[in-house]
Nanobody, 123 residues
């Protein structure tokens, strides 16, 4: 069974940091492009970042460059999203997804989604 499990969300003050994890089971993460998405209440789901299969090149939404960093640990079959200088507008449910390719900050041909983890940025 293909599965992705996110963790690491929570409540953080503006300017703070969080590190999200996305662990895979049933398949090897490095064989897929992995994307982080987020969805805020009343808004469409948007692509945050994508890491390509193989070479591990990373792609970010323009508005997030410099604050978010996507990394992959093949030994742990886990990817991470380090989020710094968080703002209230970063509040959303964050999801990871596995697909075939990165198209900008989004994965394409997605085959599996995680259940999501809530990130709330508030004082």
């Amino acid at each position: 069974q293909l599965q992705l499990v996110e963790s690491g969300g929570g409540l953080v003050q503006p300017g703070g940091s969080l590190k999200l994890s996305c662990a895979a089971s049933g398949f090897t993460l490095d064989d897929y492009a992995i994307g982080w998405f987020r969805q805020a209440p009343g808004k469409e789901r948007e692509g945050v970042s994508c890491i390509s299969r193989g070479d591990g090149s990373t792609h970010y939404a323009d508005s997030l460059k410099g604050r978010f960093t996507f990394s992959r640990d093949n030994a742990k079959n886990t990817v991470y999203l380090q989020m710094n200088s968080l703002k209230s507008e970063d509040t959303a449910v964050y999801y990871c997804a596995a697909g075939l390719y990165c198209s900008g900050s989004r994965t394409t041909s997605r085959i599996v989604w995680g259940q999501g983890t809530q990130v709330t940025v508030s004082s």
